[in-house]
């Protein structure tokens, strides 16, 4: 879900740049179908190729990752919203109530799933953005060297 999240993320501040694919892709030096997949979330890009186009589009790679992150979330936070406003018929009988029960545990078991889900998420995009700081600092300090 984090792959699709940054993929739309990066389609909508290409869409704000004014940018189309095709432009956008010629710039990086991308096929056009690659980059149309990777908006998708179909594919992830390389760390190199992806600090090259979040400067194309005047974003910094954690701002992206954080508004990816956000992204996922809300769609989280609605597939949490719809599961615990499903209706079910209002209970007539024992049997009824036994049903309806068994429905609510369902569903407190998803939630939790989708909790857990959630808090791993985070920690997997933390170490991301951190593997990712370090990566860009390291490309900054070589690029740097190898121009002086």
Known sequence: ?????????????RWRQRFTLA???????????????????????DLITLNRLTEILGIDCSEL???AEDRTHALEDKELFDLTTSHQPKPQSVEDYRSVLAWYKARQQQYAWLRAKREQTRKNLAKQ???FRQIR?????ERGSNSG
Do not use: H, N, P
């Open 1 to 13: 879900m984090l792959a699709r999240s940054i993929g739309e993320q990066l389609a909508e501040l």
């Open 23 to 45: 432009e956008l892709a010629d710039v990086i030096g991308l096929s056009t179908e690659y980059l149309r997949s990777v908006e998708a979330g179909e594919l992830d890009l």
């Open 65 to 67: 990752f954080q508004l």
């Open 129 to 131: 953005r951190d593997r």
């Open 137 to 141: 600092i390291k490309w900054k300090t």
